[in-house]
């Protein structure tokens, strides 16, 4: 409907006592948005929902996975000044992963070390993101075709990508929970007094600034993070929450298959030695349809899904069909949420998308008795040609490889 999450069985229980629910909502507050609403002097509680009010005497919906409950009522809605929208205890931010950072923090700006694929990738994310956003404004200005635009960098590190979209005329504010890779940032940008103007560096986690930028910002990148993150449904909450409505938010990272371990992780971080060792962890890789889903959830529409692909030999990044490795998705915030006009239409909604819901699940486990699902490692080596080359050629290399150690032991 719009945007509003599960509503927990004890919260949803306030429509008939409100106590009850009020008890229920102090339970499960710190895993939730709280709102509280009075209607008639009576004080009801809602959880993970924005519920939308209009016209005088106005109508109130709440969405949750099982029941759509719709009040009319003549109401008066706020959140109260001491609740925070994220409670400090749901962070996102991952400590074994800050200390992976911080030993690299003085790294960032070496462009043939360890952050050079990076580096490289600006060639395609920095267009990628400039492009998009130039769709959504009518003129624009010459050489600095982002003049006016508020962007949020989320985990900029040292910088690498905040610096290309301010020298596009963006007003940036680039924030990282490493404290040491911000001030390798700062410094960077006081070589170059333009960028100093347009350049807003912080030392915190997404979720501590949710609340002071509300709906802020035109777009906010998630540049080669969500694969970093310990909670990424609340991380994608926060990036919503801070967009203006009709916002874009760019996401690229690592998709979660067969492939991508044995080339992300065991080629890269282990073998080639690409990226240090325990970099990353397959565990936290996401697919693109898990991540639309958790993007759609949230009231963000999917407009574009891209794969990358870069060649270790060239350190070129490229497009590619093929998103089994690396992928770039950019996401729309609704700028118009639509509202039901009555109970009955929210509860026959509802029903519906219930019944779609089973008969979907249903002809699913059907079709997985009948038929075969190809794995990812056909799903390449059918749908990306470039991708098999690359691959066949990595392979390649790592037999020379070994025949070459093998050699040297023998002449030894």
């Known amino acids: 409907m719009w ?9 949803s229980r306030f429509l008939g006592a409100q106590r009850s629910a009020f008890r229920g909502t102090q339970a499960d507050s710190t895993r939730s948005t709280t709102s509280a609403a009075y209607s008639k002097n009576q004080l009801s509680w809602s959880l993970q929902i924005k519920p939308s009010v ?27 000044p001491w609740t925070r929208l994220y409670s400090a205890s749901r962070t996102t931010v991952d400590s074994s992963e800050v200390k992976t950072f911080l030993a690299l923090a003085h790294r960032w700006w070496d462009e043939q070390g360890v952050y050079a694929p990076l580096h490289s990738m600006n060639d395609l994310r920095v267009p990628f993101i400039r492009d ?22 989320v985990g900029c590190g040292g910088g ?26 700062k410094h960077h940008k006081s070589f170059d007094p333009v960028l100093d103007k347009r350049i807003e560096y912080r030392a915190c986690s997404l979720e501590k600034i949710v609340e002071e930028t509300a709906e802020t910002f035109d777009a906010v990148v998630a540049s080669e993070v969500v694969e970093h ?17 009709g916002g874009s938010l760019f996401i690229t990272t ?30 936290k890789f996401v697919s693109p349809e898990k991540l639309e889903s958790i993007l759609e959830s949230n009231g963000l529409s999917v407009q574009t899904v891209a794969g990358m692909l870069y060649n270790p030999f060239s350190g070129y990044w490229h497009w590619s069909e093929n998103t089994s ?28 998308d219930l019944r779609i819901e089973t008969s979907t699940n249903s002809a699913k486990k059907t079709n997985n008795k009948t038929k075969r699902q190809p794995t990812e490692w056909e799903k390449v080596f059918a749908n990306d040609m470039i991708g098999k080359r690359l691959i066949s050629k990595i392979y390649k290399q790592l037999i020379q490889l ?5 050699t040297r032991l023998k002449d030894r």
């Open 54 to 80: 209009f016209s005088e005497y106005r109508i109130m919906c709440f969405k949750s996975y099982s029941m759509t409950f719709a009040c009319l009522n003549r109401v008066e809605s706020y959140r109260l």
């Open 132 to 153: 998009n956003l130039l769709k959504t404004v009518a003129d624009h200005q010459p050489g600095k075709p982002l003049s006016g635009m508020k962007i949020l960098d």
């Open 254 to 283: 690592i998709n979660k298959t067969q492939l991508s371990y044995a080339l992300g992780i065991v080629f890269s971080e282990q073998i080639a030695g690409i990226v240090p060792k325990g970099t990353h962890t397959w565990e």
């Open 402 to 406: 070994n025949i070459q150690k093998t």
């Open 229 to 245: 993150v310990i909670d990424l449904e609340t991380f994608i909450q926060c990036c919503c929450q801070v967009l203006k409505p």
């Open 3 to 11: 945007g509003g999450r599960k509503l927990s069985s004890s919260g």
């Open 160 to 185: 690498l990508l905040t610096e290309p979209l301010g020298r596009l005329g963006a007003s940036v504010i680039g924030i990282d929970p490493v404290d040491e890779n911000i001030k390798t940032a």
């Open 325 to 352: 490795l690396n992928y770039a998705a950019h996401a729309l915030k609704s700028s118009m949420q639509e509202h039901p006009s009555s109970a009955e239409f929210a509860l026959k909604e509802e029903t519906e």
